[in-house]
């Protein structure tokens, strides 16, 4: 079993940035492929991005240029940096490691951006 943990969240004006960071109870990231996904409220979870096992990263058209995933393998953290947030980014957030045979979330954590 893995646990995720997520952090980072807050409040934050239009234009500002947040980064989020996943941390992992043990060293998934070799074997997972760890995505970022985000839900806002009376919508479908939907992904933000992903990273892969060997570091190829993949973005929503809508956050590709201002949001950036990118790994520390020491620390079996996941980070998500959030640039340019807009109102429409308001949502929590989820950290996921997916394998052919396991996926694991986090339990996420609020982002708010005001107008």
């Known amino acids: 079993q893995v646990q995720l943990v997520e952090s980072g969240g807050g409040l934050v004006q239009a234009g500002g940035s947040l980064r989020l960071s996943c941390v992992a109870s043990?060293?998934?990231?070799?074997?997972?492929?760890m995505g970022w996904y985000r839900q806002a409220p009376g919508k479908q979870r939907e992904l933000v991005g992903t990273?892969?096992?060997?570091?190829?990263?993949n973005y929503a058209d809508s956050v590709r240029g201002r949001f950036t995933i990118s790994r520390d393998t020491a620390k079996n953290t996941v980070y998500l940096q959030m640039n340019s947030l807009k109102p429409e980014d308001t949502a929590v957030y989820y950290c996921n490691g997916h394998s052919q045979w396991y996926d694991y979330w986090g339990q996420g954590t609020q982002v708010t951006v005001s107008s």
């Open positions: 043990r060293d998934i990231f070799s074997s997972m492929r």
């Open positions: 990273i892969t096992s060997s570091g190829t990263t």
